[in-house]
């Protein structure tokens, strides 16, 4: 099984950046697509970002694009998300996820693994 752990979160003022990572294990890491999801409380799990197994392939949801960018180094099992100017309504929980397919989905029921999450603060 594959076991992700998130780090990288804490405070930020707006306009300010964070990279977030996910540091994953198990046999085929290098062949899921994984994505970021947020979760604010109260509110629904919401995607962010996702890449194929063999990063040739990215998709981002409409509002971070050209701010955030996803990536992976499959050799060090990591993914990480580096956010760029952050607006405090994007504070969230942030988490990782794998899928058990190499095909890019936005649906968090589509993936399969999940991290713990990493607190992502953006203050105004």
């Known amino acids: 099984q594959v076991q992700l752990v998130e780090s990288g979160g804490g405070l930020v003022q707006a306009g300010g950046s964070l990279r977030l990572s996910c540091a994953a294990s198990g046999r085929t890491f290098n062949t899921y697509a994984m994505g970021w999801f947020r979760q604010a409380p109260g509110k629904e799990r919401e995607f962010v970002a996702a890449?194929?197994?063999?990063?040739?392939?990215?998709y981002y949801a409409d509002s971070v694009k050209g701010r955030f960018t996803i990536s992976r180094d499959n050799a060090k099992n990591t993914m990480y998300l580096q956010m760029n100017s952050l607006k405090p309504e994007e504070t969230a929980v942030y988490y990782c996820?794998?899928?058990?397919?190499?095909?890019?989905?936005?649906?968090?029921?589509?993936?399969?693994?999940w991290g713990q999450g990493t607190q992502v603060t953006v203050s105004s």
């Open positions: 996820a794998a899928r058990n397919n190499r095909l890019l989905r936005s649906r968090s029921d589509e993936y399969a693994y």
């Open positions: 890449i194929s197994g063999s990063s040739t392939s990215t």
